[in-house]
Structures are given as structure tokens and as C-alpha cells.
């Protein structure tokens, strides 16, 4: 069975400065991996997925993440951070057997401060 | 853009109800999720449905069940609420293996 973890359940930067949120994930083969972001009172979004191909991928919001298969994780970075970027970030795996079947992590809140 | 709907915003029951939630998608997603969301916890995926009238257990299915008799129509069914299924619910649909798309979210209180 796949699982992920999101080790840091709380994270505050300061406005302007970088910005990395980890994701590691256990499963037997390459998952599907993907980063939403949920805004308060809101939906989740997609901000980026990776598939295959080139590791690094580009998101919206100019979040972009790297997966690392040796290291199974899926890292999402941003260079600079809004105030508008505070929420909180799910990273999810599927994998590519079981119909579609996703995991979710818990979560880490990005808090920023002016 | 694919839209997900749920019946409502906000929910309250009272211990003991059957309570009935409806989520429906335009966009011919043959995934459909039910998922509940509550702090510290993450998302826990209660059920999916990877066709008409297909379904799977997901991580906490005990107190609930699911009909799905339309590929637009994923229903999530408490069949006698408790106060410990008060939570925010999140129904999904998706293309296979890909994203997944939200809808806004059932706040559910039962009393």
C-alpha cells in the first residue's frame, strides 16, 4: 500500500523569502505525484503533478517540484513567497495500479509573515 | 473548466439520521472520491468509485456507504449519523490517474 508523509505540519516564512515544502512517499514503483494547495474556506487546487520524464516540474503560482526517486520524495519550492501563498499544502500519490486509488499526506499550514 | 457540486454548504443532523450526500461532476470523470477532512488528519478517503456502480473501500468506511447509479453522481450515505462523523466532507472526480478535482466541501454537523 502507497503512503506519504509530510513531515512539517506547521511552516512560517517570512514575505519574500524561499520557500520548501517536503513530501516523501513509500510505495513499490513510481507513483503518480501530485501537490494541491487549499486556501481557507476552499477547495483544493492543483498547483503541479508529475508523471514521468524531466523531474523537475513547473506549477502554477510559481511553485515548481522535483522528484527524486532515490530519495522518494517530491519537494515543492517556491524562490520568493506572497502573503497570498498561506494555506495549507497536500502532497498525494496514486498509483498506477488500482484504478486511480490516492493518498493524501496531512498536510503542512504555510503561515507568512509581512 | 470541470466543476464538481455538492448539495450543500453546510449540514446539520441530529444523531440517529440518515443523512444523504450528493456530489456531481460535468466533466465525464470515470473517478469519483468522498473523502472527510479534519484537523491534523489530512485528507482519509472514505470510498471511490471507478465506474457506474463500482465502488471501493477506502481508509475509514465504517459508518458509511455510497451509491453511484450515474457517472455524474457519486452519493455519500450516513445511514445513522453519530457525532463523531461530524466533519468537513470533500467529494473528487478524476480522469483515471490523474488530478483530481474538488468540490467546495460539506461542513457537517450532527448533534
Known amino acids: 500500500a502507497q503512503s506519504v508523509t509530510q513531515p512539517d505540519i506547521h511552516i512560517t516564512v517570512s514575505e519574500g523569502a524561499s520557500l520548501e515544502l517536503r513530501c516523501n512517499y513509500s510505495?513499490?514503483?513510481?507513483?503518480?505525484l501530485f501537490w494541491y494547495v487549499q486556501s481557507p474556506g476552499q477547495g483544493l487546487q492543483l498547483l503541479l503533478k508529475y508523471f514521468s520524464g524531466d523531474t523537475l516540474v513547473q506549477g502554477i503560482k510559481g511553485f515548481e517540484a522535483e522528484f527524486k526517486r532515490s530519495q522518494s520524495s517530491f519537494n515543492l519550492r517556491k524562490p520568493s513567497v506572497h502573503w497570498s501563498d498561506a494555506a495549507e499544502y497536500f502532497c498525494?500519490?496514486?498509483?498506477?495500479?488500482?484504478?486511480?486509488?490516492?493518498?493524501f499526506g496531512d498536510g503542512t499550514t504555510l503561515t507568512v509573515k509581512p | 473548466d470541470v466543476k464538481v457540486t455538492q448539495s450543500s454548504r453546510y449540514l446539520v443532523k441530529r444523531t440517529g439520521e440518515k443523512v444523504f450526500l450528493e456530489c456531481v461532476q460535468d466533466?465525464?470523470?470515470?473517478?469519483m472520491f468522498w473523502y472527510r477532512q479534519d484537523p491534523g488528519l489530512g485528507l482519509r478517503l472514505i470510498y471511490f468509485s471507478y465506474d457506474v456502480k463500482m465502488k471501493e473501500k477506502g481508509d475509514i468506511p465504517e459508518g458509511y456507504s455510497v451509491s453511484r447509479e450515474k457517472k455524474e453522481r457519486f452519493s455519500l450515505i450516513l445511514e445513522s449519523a453519530s457525532t463523531n462523523q461530524t466533519s468537513m466532507y470533500l467529494c473528487a472526480s478524476s480522469l483515471l490517474y490523474n488530478e483530481q478535482f474538488f468540490g467546495p466541501g460539506t461542513r457537517l454537523t450532527v448533534l
Open positions: 498525494a500519490v496514486v498509483a498506477n495500479t488500482n484504478a486511480g486509488k490516492s493518498t
Open positions: 466533466m465525464d470523470h470515470e473517478n
Open positions: 510505495y513499490g514503483a513510481t507513483p503518480y
